[in-house]
């Protein structure tokens, strides 16, 4: 099946320490986004990247990091420096302009 | 940058009610998609719909993008159709940045 995978679906993590969330697409799709979601809101973009071994920060970039070795997968690093590190990460991919979504990771910080 | 509204916020129906949904964006855009968000997560795509009317099943859209708007209908509406409601827009063309509004909650009673 094509489609996009994300995982842990859960993930919890102490405070200080760095954590990765995975992404991975069969969808041949050129482009993959991050986004972040808190309660009640709506989604906000992270990083992009639009081709292998290129990426662009988005609007709350800050305590990220991201890498795109191959075209199949863009995880996600959330450092300690992410001061609010809770919340719901989806990815996403497109090939023109279109946004098609993973299913998301539950990140929660104890 | 782009500003997404999208009204109401919160919206209760009666199943098999009609429901009409807005969203209004400050600027011009290429890419406008509508996204159903269930209660475990996933964004489901609805329409991509820079401009025009679409229409699948009980569901439709139109965007006026001189006007900058778009609605989407939801007709005989199901418990199913419960979850948020998103709207996004591009900032830019070619980039598919897309800018998330704050959504409609929908609960569709029995």
């Known amino acids: 099946d094509g489609g996009i995978t994300q995982s842990p679906k859960y993930l919890f993590r102490k405070e200080g320490q760095n954590v990765t969330l995975s992404c991975e697409q069969n969808?041949?799709?050129?482009?993959m986004y991050w986004y972040r979601q808190d309660p009640g809101q709506g989604l906000r973009l992270i990083y992009y990247s639009q081709i292998v071994n290129d990426f662009q920060k988005g609007d709350i970039a800050e305590g990220y990091s991201v890498s795109r070795e191959k075209k199949e997968s863009f995880p996600l690093t959330v450092t300690s420096a992410q001061k609010n590190p809770t919340a719901f990460y989806l990815c996403a991919s497109s090939m023109e302009y279109e946004q098609f979504f993973g299913p998301g990771t539950r990140l929660t910080v104890l | 940058g782009i500003q997404v509204e999208q009204s109401p916020p919160d919206l209760i129906l009666q199943e098999g009610a009609n429901s009409t949904l807005r969203c209004n964006f400050s600027d011009s855009v290429n890419n406008l998609q509508w996204f159903h968000q269930n209660p475990w997560g996933q964004l489901i795509n609805l329409f991509y719909?820079?401009?025009g009317t679409k229409q699948n099943g009980r569901l439709s859209a139109t965007t006026v993008a001189t006007e900058r708007y778009s609605l989407l209908y939801i007709s005989s509406s199901q418990t199913t159709d419960s979850g948020v409601y998103f709207c996004a827009v591009d900032t830019q063309g070619g980039s598919e940045k897309l800018v998330f509004g704050k959504g409609t909650k929908l609960t569709v009673n029995p």
């Open positions: 719909i820079p401009s």
């Open positions: 969808l041949n799709h050129d482009a």
